[in-house]
């Protein structure tokens, strides 16, 4: 994360937010002096050391900070962490997201653990174990179908491993304070470290790649846990289900043997990342081609997010982008589909005749550099077109997908002896069918401009995999282009449109490239420019350099644009946190009166109709700043995270 003046002042109202004025201070310091000591510390804030330590104390249990300390010295020295206090704003986000695809259990569990930063598996065992129901003396290891909470040892083991494997939480060890840039510097230093007198050399490949190795060790000692999981419990994502957003607790997972008490265990930001991704990227395609193919979309992205640890690839280690050779198959994605989402919705009809299958169905072995179509690739494979028979058991059945003259003349579909079909073909036929309208749903989002998916593989009746880079460049393209928009108009997201598809263009060619009269493009382009959206480059015909000699050439610098956009984001959500802090100033009193716990729950009986209205007008008021916060936060996501 790139801290900017903006940035750093979000983190440090995050902070004072949640932990107070003492926390926020040393934070602040940090980010504006760097990397300090106490006694460093001492100096910038003001402070003594005492409160120091107290503040430090509240950064630490919550992994706001990396600290590290010098063995030589015996130095600590103390850095702030802004990815980790970046993410106190998305602790909501995180558990809808782990409630929806987990259950209530793990949101339980989740937000125990954001509350508390980090704990052992035996401190989090003593808090749990008193909401445990007494039966004759003994605990009952049964879920409370009723609240889905937490209830017993054993259940909190059983949720706990689960969300390990699914590696939503991660275990701690020493260095995990530990900034990695500093890992990874001590790394190379001792890789490349030379003999006195000997002349240092430039890291060779053989180094390079024992850098990686030792890195890369480093980064994967938190899942040592998760391995030996998967080993005595088996994969999660082979037997786990998901139903209506909860997942089914098996006896084998309650009955499981306890994890061990002194591992101390946090909620690990990258994975929880993936699924917030998943869901903002199913959002996308549900708003383009409809819910339910949005629906057909979500599941694919969690079956191929079980071995996504994280959204981007680590820069040091060199590495593809995450998921970028993971594949599903269509029969996987069919036995994890919701029962519940009727497929039949949201496909247009079409008779068998007039489809062309090897186009419809072309297989995409790698990705596609260019979006269109029209150049065939010598990596596409044409697909063997199924039989007659296969052809009339998928596609020909009484839902639209068969022949209309079929249809018409009321020609019933049965079995080649014209009995009728028995219960058991029923099934298969509606089964078959189920799968064949899924399909075109999975079609429809390889077919789509945004390339949702890409047809790879025909194993399991067809393998499906995703682009991240790609889907994703689509979907900041489409933020961006919402961003323009909002603030310059449509005439400026045309403008810039253009220059984006041309390149640099002659201020002459753009009044005729976008239809528009000469005096209004140059007062918005010039507003563009000044606004750090769009810049031009003078090129002289001579050395005279007089402006009728000049040639001016106009240019849209995304990468430019986007950090723009993402520093005028953290203003936005700063001016909306402020002005929250002084909302609530405001009205003090009554908040401090609605805070006593003889008042909670009875406000309207016991407040007057003045104040009631009072503390009912704050509400809103808080309600739409939060909102537009969380509006931000899905743009700082696009633009930065995912």
């Keep these: 994360m790139l801290v900017t003046k903006h940035a750093a002042e979000l983190c440090a109202l995050l902070v004072n937010d949640l932990y107070g004025e003492l926390p926020s201070r040393i934070l602040d310091a940090l980010f504006t002096k760097g990397r300090s000591t106490i006694a460093q510390l001492a100096q910038y804030t003001s402070l003594p050391p005492r409160f120091l330590r107290n503040g430090l104390s509240v950064l630490i249990q919550q992994n706001l900070l990396y600290?590290?300390?010098?063995?030589?010295?015996?130095?600590?020295?103390?850095?702030?962490?802004p990815d980790a206090c970046y993410s106190l704003v998305r602790s909501g986000k995180i558990l809808e997201a782990i409630e929806s695809q987990y259950g209530t259990a793990e949101r339980d569990l989740v937000q125990t653990l954001l509350q508390l930063g980090f704990a052992r598996i035996a401190d989090l065992t003593q808090a749990f174990k008193g909401r445990a129901p007494k039966t004759n003396g003994h605990t009952n290891g049964s879920t409370d179908a009723s609240s889905g909470l937490i209830d017993s040892e054993s259940h909190l083991n059983a949720v706990l491993g689960r969300l390990i494997q699914a590696e939503i939480i991660e275990t701690m060890r020493a260095d995990s304070f530990r900034n990695p840039r500093d890992v990874h510097r001590e790394i190379e230093q001792e890789m490349t470290r030379t003999a006195p007198g000997e002349k240092t050399s430039k890291i060779t490949m053989e180094q390079q790649g024992q850098i990686n190795s030792k890195y890369r060790t480093f980064k994967e000692q938190g899942k040592s846990l998760k391995r030996q999981l998967d080993i005595t419990r088996g994969n999660p994502g082979k037997r786990r289900k998901l139903q209506n957003g909860r997942g089914r607790h098996l006896d084998d997972e309650l009955d499981a043997s306890p994890l061990n008490p002194n591992i101390v265990v946090r909620i690990n930001h990258e994975k929880c990342l993936v699924e917030l991704r998943n869901h903002r990227l199913a959002t996308f395609a549900a708003d383009m081609l409809g819910e339910v193919t949005g629906s057909v979309y979500r599941t694919l992205l969690d079956l191929l997010s079980v071995d996504i640890p994280k959204c981007r690839p680590d820069s040091f280690l060199e590495e593809e982008m995450p998921g970028a050779h993971l594949t599903v198959t269509t029969m996987e994605i069919y036995n994890h589909l919701d029962e519940s989402v009727?497929?039949?919705?949201?496909?247009?009809k079409a008779p068998k005749d007039k489809i062309d299958f090897p186009s419809a169905e072309k297989i995409r072995p790698d990705a596609q550099d260019s979006d269109s179509d029209s150049d065939a690739s010598d990596s596409e494979i044409p697909v063997r077109r199924p039989s007659t028979a296969a052809r009339t058991l998928d596609i020909d059945m009484d839902n639209g997908f068969g022949s209309d003259e079929d249809q018409e003349n009321g020609v019933p579909h049965t079995n080649g002896d014209g009995k009728p079909k028995v219960k058991f073909e029923d099934d298969g036929a509606s089964k078959n069918n189920r799968i064949e309208q899924m399909r075109q749903h999975l079609f429809l989002l390889a077919e789509s401009k945004h390339r949702f998916v890409r047809h790879c593989g025909v194993q399991g009746r067809g393998q499906w995999t995703v682009d991240f880079s790609k889907v994703l460049n689509r979907l900041k393209e489409t933020e961006l282009d919402a961003y323009i928009e909002q603030s310059f108009g449509r005439h400026g997201l045309r403008l810039t449109r253009i220059l984006r598809e041309k390149g640099k263009l002659d201020e002459k060619m753009l009044p005729s490239a976008a239809l528009m009269k000469k005096s209004d493009v140059q007062l918005k382009m010039i507003a563009m420019q000044m606004a750090g959206l769009v810049d031009v480059q003078e090129v002289p015909k001579d050395n005279s350099r007089m402006a009728n000699r000049t040639l001016f050439f106009w240019f849209f610098d995304r990468e430019r644009t986007e950090s723009q956009a993402l520093d005028d984001i953290y203003k936005a959500m700063?001016?909306?946190?402020?002005?929250?802090?002084?909302?609530?100033?405001?009205?003090?009193?009554?908040?401090?009166?609605?805070?006593?716990?003889?008042?909670?729950?009875?406000?309207?009986?016991?407040?007057?109709?003045?104040?009631?209205?009072?503390?009912?007008?704050?509400?809103?008021?808080?309600?739409?700043?939060?909102?537009?916060?969380?509006?931000?936060?899905?743009?700082?996501?696009?633009f930065r995270d995912y």
């Design 342 to 348: 009727n497929v039949q919705s949201g496909i247009g």
């Design 67 to 81: 600290h590290h300390t010098d063995s030589d010295s015996r130095g600590t020295s103390y850095e702030a962490n």
């Design 574 to 638: 700063v001016r909306c946190l402020q002005t929250l802090q002084v909302e609530r100033h405001k009205e003090r009193n009554i908040l401090s009166f609605v805070e006593r716990k003889d008042v909670q729950g009875k406000e309207e009986e016991v407040m007057t109709a003045e104040h009631y209205n009072k503390y009912n007008n704050h509400l809103e008021v808080q309600e739409k700043l939060l909102g537009q916060v969380m509006r931000l936060d899905e743009m700082i996501a696009v």
